[in-house]
């Protein structure tokens, strides 16, 4: 769990709005933690937290990292 303050966990949960990593771990973490909440703790609801976290990683790495990756290299030149 990150750790941010406490003072600062209501601000960030109420307007869904991450300054800093730590933050942004934090209100992906209470989102996944209220979701096995309701669901509850069972092998099936972990495979879905975990499945749907791993489509998030890689389709955020195949729309935003990937294109920047390779506007990178058009401009410093590749690494090969």
Known sequence: MPYIKQTDRP???????AE???EL???IT???KE????????????NEVL?????VTREFYRRIAAPY???KIQENGDVY
């Not at 601000?11 to 709005?17: A, G, H, Y």
């Not at 499945?51 to 489509?55: H, N």
């Open 11 to 17: 601000r960030v949960l109420e307007t869904l709005k």
């Open 20 to 22: 800093t990593e730590g």
């Open 25 to 27: 771990n934090f209100l």
């Open 30 to 32: 209470s989102i996944v």
């Open 35 to 46: 979701y096995m909440n309701r669901k509850g703790l069972r092998y099936v609801t972990i």
């Open 51 to 55: 499945g749907v976290l791993d489509a």
């Open 69 to 71: 990756e390779d506007k």
